[in-house]
């Protein structure tokens, strides 16, 4: 596939900018990022610049399941190790995602200096959210870094029914992030339905639920997982771009979509990637069985799973061709995206949306003596 022809890119921008000053007057801004300006400049963090390369850039995973048991989080430190040793690329934090309750936070933050953290979660909510705006409180004083929930793999999940407004209120008015919540399950189109999701109306029925809490809480920042699986074909990610442009304060994790992103034309991933450079983070779905499944049954141990995330960087970092991951059936190219961008979704959007990470990273070294700015809006 081609690369957008230009007037295509023009008016995309146009309607952008038209979205901006329809938003501040709204006083919606948010991180919204227009023409490539770093929102992260103006506050700072940006200006931690040191010169990183891709062996000291701190990669931060938004998004794993390693559970609460301290076996298997100090296995993850273990990964880190040799992710470090074979493949000179430095994971320096890990988010949790649940659906375990999280272990001792302070003991958690003695073992590993940070390195790991924490969400509360909620995965079968068709009885409603789990937590109350009180329990969302003290959860947050706690250290969480944010709230994870699903609403919507099985049928007839109403996540905007009325009952969970009040949660969405809270956590809008606190600053809890909604970390990594999934909505609806991959749904390719004609020809290429998946076995996860073969009913697109119902797929999309999810997808229109969920944007209707967007304009319900224009304030609640998200991190939604699998890029909103609308990622599977060019045209559900022309409607991802809307989503973004639409929704300033919404953005996506990468878990597991490498497996998926064959079906979409390179070029118009690649322009996708670096336009929306402000919006995308890193995340894997690590030590769930989709991070990359060929490989996870042969490695399902974590301290093992350095191909699983070699495959994620080459991915990103390179233009090597690469098997497609599920069954390995398909092939793609790499994205081979700038280091700006690459800093971007492995550490500065992380650092700019969750809470903690700045300061973590500040006090493990990654910034030298330089200050870099506390996180914006938490
Ligand atoms: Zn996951």
Same mark, same amino acid.
């Given at each position: ?13 146009? +309607?952008?900018? &038209?979205?901006?000053?329809?938003? !501040?007057?709204?006083?919606?801004? =948010? ?9 992260? !400049?103006?506050? =700072? ?14 990669? #931060? ?30 994971? !320096? ?22 390195? #790991?953290?924490?969400? *509360?979660?909620?995965?079968? *909510? ?22 994870? +929930? /699903?609403?919507?793999?099985?049928r007839g999940v109403q996540i905007d029914q009325p009952a969970n407004d009040p949660t969405f209120y809270a956590m809008e008015q606190i600053?809890?992030?909604? &970390? ?29 639920a969920w944007e209707n809490v967007l304009k319900k809480h224009p304030q609640l920042v998200i991190v939604n997982a699998h890029m909103l ?44 990637? #670096? ?6 983070? +890193? ?34 970092e390179t233009d090597k061709e690469l098997p497609s991951g599920i069954k390995d059936e398909f092939k793609m190219r790499g994205l081979s ?15 700019? *949306? ?11 070294? /990654? ?12």
């Open positions: 596939m081609k690369t957008l022809p230009q007037t295509g890119s023009t008016s995309r921008r146009d +309607f952008l900018t &038209t979205s901006v000053s329809a938003l !501040a007057g709204l006083g919606m801004i =948010g991180a919204l990022n227009t023409d490539g300006a770093d929102p992260v !400049a103006k506050s =700072g963090a940006a200006k931690t610049k040191r010169p990183f390369t891709l062996e000291t850039m701190p990669r #931060i995973d938004v998004h794993t399941h390693i559970g609460n048991a301290w076996k298997t989080l100090d296995e993850v430190m273990e990964l880190r190790t040799a992710v470090q040793e074979q493949l000179h690329a430095d994971l !320096a934090l890990f988010i949790g995602l649940g659906r375990a309750e999280p272990p001792d936070l302070d003991e958690m933050r003695k073992r590993y200096q940070g390195r #790991i953290q924490f969400c *509360i979660s909620d995965f079968t *909510i068709k009885d409603g959210l789990r937590f109350s705006p009180q329990e969302l409180v003290e959860w947050q004083k706690r250290g969480v870094m944010g709230f994870k +929930f /699903y609403p919507g793999w099985q600053g809890m992030v909604a &970390t990594s919540p999934h909505v609806s399950n991959p749904c390719g189109t004609f020809g290429k339905r998946t076995e996860w999701f073969a009913e697109p109306v119902e797929f999309w029925r999810q997808q229109h699986w609308l990622c599977l074909s060019d045209e559900q990610l022309d409607y991802l771009r809307y989503m973004l442009t639409t929704y300033p304060n919404l953005n996506v994790d990468l878990a597991t979509v490498p497996n998926f992103l064959h079906g979409v034309g390179r070029d118009n991933l690649r322009e996708f990637m #670096i336009e929306y450079a402000d919006r995308i983070l +890193f995340g894997t779905d690590m030590a769930s069985q989709w991070f990359v499944p060929t490989l996870d049954k042969k490695l399902p141990n974590i301290r093992d799973k350095v191909p699983q995330y070699q495959r994620y960087f080459e991915f990103l995206l700038p280091l700006d961008v690459l800093e971007k979704i492995y550490f500065r959007n992380a650092m700019r *949306i969750y809470p903690h990470i700045a300061d973590t990273l500040k006090k493990l070294g /990654y910034f030298g003596k330089e200050q870099p700015a506390k996180t914006a809006g938490h």
